[in-house]
């Protein structure tokens, strides 16, 4: 029998204040192939491409339009989002691979890390 690589998920953390009160659920685990080609078509400035591959990595979020009505977690929810939201959302996602895992946090503040 085989291991089986964990599949985890993680809530973005938005730097930018206008963005605060946002929550958006993403997954982190991807082939690193996946990974390669976001960074490919984020230099490319492929914007169909990035929206398709933001849509594979979202799960979920609290976005509403302008009206109150919840925009769905999908690629075409993506499309009603502005460009500022886009490029946190990437951002964010960039940052949620680098970050340090929980156990990393704790072997640092006891001062092994």
Known sequence: MGFKLPQR??????K???FE????RVTLDHPLGMLIEAQKLQED???EGLCR????????????DAH?????ATEEGLRQVTAS???AFLDA??????APSPKARRRSKRGRG
């Open 9 to 14: 998920t993680a809530r973005l953390v938005f």
């Open 16 to 18: 930018d204040p206008q």
């Open 21 to 24: 009160g946002a929550e958006v």
């Open 45 to 47: 400035k492929d914007m």
């Open 53 to 64: 591959f933001m849509a594979s990595v979202l799960l979920e979020w609290n976005l509403e």
């Open 68 to 72: 109150g009505a919840p925009i769905p």
């Open 85 to 87: 939201f886009v490029n």
């Open 93 to 98: 996602w960039v940052d949620s691979q680098v």
